[in-house]
């Protein structure tokens, strides 16, 4: 195409070279520079930056406004209040997951609450061997609930969680393990759309009925709660509490930068191009099932963090937070805010939690439908969610549009 | 059918990574220099053997022991009316449909029925669907990028960087599939004829020695399809290529040996006046 024949039209139709061109085949010059920006300026895109920098922001200005400045002042921000905080970025980084997931690999995913649960549950574990004798019945190795049921010995599945280290392993592989094992079985099938939805909505069903039971071991239908303290920092302090919130909103910082890393990588566009279009991705070579198992295990890992840093915030975890209609709400928040675009994410679950929280105590009676309802505003009226409303605006080089 | 232009050929040439000497080339040569998994072996001439392959769908016999053989670096062109058994055939080659009955080997040592889509991809097989099929929110380029030989593991990818060398075959096959100013587009901005010359893009990064080509020129202007002609006759000769096309004006414009199937099974094979003049196929084919 260096030397062309001049069809007419053709330079409409863009296959010869712009007359303004100084050279014939040169790309413009900004396009150059859009597609060689090194992958670190390829992850930390504006958006990005402007992200993190603000959760930054708020790992330190809200822990401050809590410990540095008086309770009678307006400025002070209660104890109470920075729980609810933590709360909300570790459910920002499980919306991550699910957007991953959903978002970017067009797997609707109708049950990762359940990865959620796990590594609560695992946290939990460890937060209930932290309590040692100081429990109601006193006793050193075992938790209140196996006293209770005149268990004689710890499960083995219980051993050595009295060690954090131990319970962040558990944090990881936990999720890890049962999404591999689901996602292998389910993706080397094939199964796809609405059948592996409702799969999914299955496995966190299944567990959240597992977990009720007390032969289980994980304390039956009231779960674990009455937790004391944390590597030896006692949890019902501002200052640990305060450092809870810091630290998941740093995780929370954390997690985001690793989803970016991962979408504007080359696997991360490969994940793009199954969602988009499975068959020609396999068709050039691709093993689509080892990219979705992948994909799967590393947002059901995210989730499982999301839920660890949550359970000594809230002080309590139990089974239902494997119940469906949860799985379905972390879908709502990732809706709304916008899929396949992380700030989008982030930004559905702190709004419509935040929504949440005031709508249950101003108005208890209608937030479930104002919760439906803005599912189906945002589905009929904003298919790309709040941030297709930004995204709407021309961007330049078109690597912008995929994070 | 005028020659195409000694400019498209050397490009051509160079695309596929092989110069004109005698000696078979290593796939891939300009590529990445990836490990490529194992080419096929034509030392007798032949890329594409399909031996009595039957398929049929609840009792319908979209095949019916259909033997063919493509030669190394040929290009065929494969009429037929519908449910002639084209894409079937494709389906069989791609590993997409397993026959009930016959045998299907790439080369003399890949036996195609033994193996699943990505391998067969990887092996060389680049296939073209009917539909155009890109990444519709992805780039031109990385529409390119990721149809590219190399290493196609999870993990890698993760990490993979562009290597020079790698953007400059980039490069190249946006020259020649005409789309060198959109390389920024999204894919799904394209016009039609622009998204089936992508198609034939990205299965040339994957460096293919057999590409199965789905009716190229369906919806397109007369200018398009000429220039698809130009493409592909550039491209014969370094690649086997297999087209299916409905459009005779094209077929023409482009074929050397047509082949014409009809209810599964082979009716005529040769050199296009030869097979345009066989009464049969007038009867079932270009007579309607």
Known sequence: ?403 | MKPPPRKLRSLAAKLSGRSRSAQPPRIGALATGAPLSSGPDTSHGVILYLEEITVSFDGFKALDALTLYIETGELRCIIGPNGAGKTTMMDVVTGKTRPDHGSAWFGQTIDLLAHTEPEIAQAGIGRKFQKPTVFERHSVFENLELSMVGDRSVWRGLIARLSAAERERIEEVLEAIGLAERRFAPAGALSHGEKQWLEIGMLLMQNPRLLLVDEPVAGMTPQETERTAELLTALAGHHSIVVVEHDMDFVRSIARRLTVLHEGRVLADGPIEQVQADARVIEVYLGE
């Open chain 1, 1 to 403: 195409m260096s030397a062309p024949k001049v069809t007419p039209g053709a330079a409409d139709r863009g296959l010869l070279p712009h007359p303004r061109e100084p050279r014939p085949g040169k790309p413009a010059p900004e396009a150059v520079a859009a597609a060689r920006r090194s992958p670190l300026a390829l992850v930390l895109d504006r958006p990005t930056l402007f992200v993190v920098l603000v959760l930054a922001l708020i790992a330190v200005i809200v822990p401050l406004l809590n410990l540095a400045v008086p309770e009678h002042s307006a400025l002070h921000v209660r104890t109470y209040t920075v729980g609810l905080l933590g709360k909300y970025a570790s459910y920002a980084l499980l919306a991550l997951a699910v957007d991953l997931i959903w978002g970017y690999c067009g797997i609707l995913t109708l049950g990762h609450a359940a990865f959620f649960a796990l590594g609560g549950y695992a946290m939990g574990m460890y937060l209930m061997r932290e309590i040692g004798a100081r429990g109601v019945y006193g006793n050193p190795l075992l938790p209140d609930f196996m006293v209770f049921l005149n268990w004689k010995a710890l499960p083995w599945y219980w051993r050595g969680l009295d060690h954090f280290w131990l319970a962040a392993v558990l944090v990881l592989a936990a999720p890890a393990m049962l999404a591999l094992v689901f996602g292998w079985l389910a993706f080397r099938s094939r199964v796809t759309g609405v059948y592996l939805s409702i799969m999914t909505q299955a496995l966190t069903y299944a567990l959240m009925l597992a977990f009720f039971r007390n032969e289980t071991g994980f304390g039956g239908n009231n779960g674990f709660t009455g937790f004391k303290d944390i590597l030896g920092f006692d949890l019902q302090a501002s200052r640990t509490r305060v450092a809870l919130f810091a630290v998941t909103v740093v995780v929370l910082a954390l997690g985001y930068l690793a989803c970016r890393f991962v979408v504007t990588s080359r696997t991360g566009r490969v994940i793009q191009a199954v969602r988009d279009a499975e068959s020609r991705a396999r068709f050039i070579g691709y093993r689509v099932e080892s990219y979705k198992l992948w994909a799967f295990v590393f947002s059901a890992v995210l989730a499982g963090i999301a839920g660890a840093l949550y359970v000594p915030q809230v002080g309590i975890i139990n089974p239902s937070e494997f119940s469906p209609i949860n799985s379905i709400e972390i879908v709502i928040w990732v809706a709304i805010g916008g899929r396949g675009t992380l700030y989008g994410a982030l930004a559905g679950a702190l709004l419509v939690n935040y929504a949440q929280t005031y709508f249950t105590q101003a108005l208890p009676e209608i937030w479930l439908y104002a919760l439906g309802g803005l599912f189906i505003g945002a589905t009929l009226f904003l298919p790309g969610g709040l941030a297709g409303l930004i995204a709407r605006r021309p961007i330049a080089g078109s690597r912008a549009a995929s994070g």
